[in-house]
């Protein structure tokens, strides 16, 4: 090859084609091998003039700076292509980041209706069992009248049939009732702690789902500056491929 003119590897050239990688040509150095027959002689050939060897040479120049040109041309378009991936890449990156928001933002006031909801039933709960606590104690205050009326009955007959023994009887009445009375006392007086422990049992339960909400709130925000900054590293890492990739090519 180093012996061979620039016209001669002109014309060896046979067929030009571009390809995504530059421009590939065909060139056929020698033609094919054919049966060597004797040389018949001949009378030599006239050799070519300085004309033809400038015409020749311009040829080739003009063919170069066009082959140049589809090169050049050819790179420009990659390089559009290029720059087109990227800002559609970007688009679709916004786009995954708007969505996930969106979804995160839906999510987060589901849970706070779920809970909400279910703390107002929790409530409603608890005061129906006061409320229940709260007839149970005054039955139990009208039988306990009941009964002593009663027995206030009981003992004026008895008083009428046994004057006697009125003083004993009244005695005993009496010790019954005090018995009585503070049976009723200690009864009001579970009532009122079961009644305390229910609304400390509400207010414990209250605190709770509203340290839960906190966390889980404060967990959902993390995740989310967590999903921006990965969503950042990756749009500048593929930036920095973008901006060494023409330089490769």
């Known amino acids: 090859l180093n012996k061979l003119t620039a016209s001669e590897v002109e014309a060896a050239v046979k067929e ?11 060139i056929v150095l020698s033609p094919a091998v054919q049966k060597i027959t004797p040389r018949s ?15 020749r040479l311009s040829a080739a120049a003009t063919r170069k700076d066009c082959l140049e040109k589809l090169r050049m ?4 378009n990659q390089l559009a292509k290029i ?25 987060l006031e589901a849970q706070e209706r779920n809970r909400s909801a279910h703390l107002e039933q929790q409530k409603n709960k ?19 009248e009941a009964a002593r ?16 023994k009125r003083d004993h009887q009244i005695e005993e009445k009496i010790l019954k009732l ?7 006392k200690d009864v009001r007086d579970n009532q009122e702690k079961d009644k305390t422990k229910l609304e400390a049992e509400l207010n414990l339960k209250l605190e709770k789902a509203a340290k839960e909400r906190e966390r889980q709130e404060a967990e959902m925000k993390m995740k989310l500056e967590e999903h921006s900054k990965h969503v950042q590293l990756v749009r500048q890492n593929k930036e920095k491929l973008d901006t060494t990739a023409p330089e490769s090519a």
Do not use: F, W
């Open 41 to 55: 002689q001949s009378l030599p050939t006239t050799p070519q003039t300085q004309q033809e060897i400038e015409e």
């Open 73 to 76: 041309k050819s790179i420009a």
């Open 16 to 26: 030009v084609q571009k390809t995504p990688g530059g421009v590939k040509m065909d």
């Open 178 to 184: 005090k018995e009585r009375e503070q049976y009723m």
């Open 83 to 107: 720059e087109d991936v990227k800002s559609k890449r970007d688009e679709l990156n916004a786009e995954v980041s708007a969505k996930s928001k969106e979804q995160l933002d839906t999510k």
């Open 149 to 164: 009326i009663a027995k206030e009955c009981d003992i004026a007959a008895k008083l009428n049939k046994a004057q006697d």
């Open 126 to 144: 608890i005061a129906d069992k006061l409320a229940k606590v709260e007839k149970q104690h005054k039955d139990l205050e009208i039988q306990v």
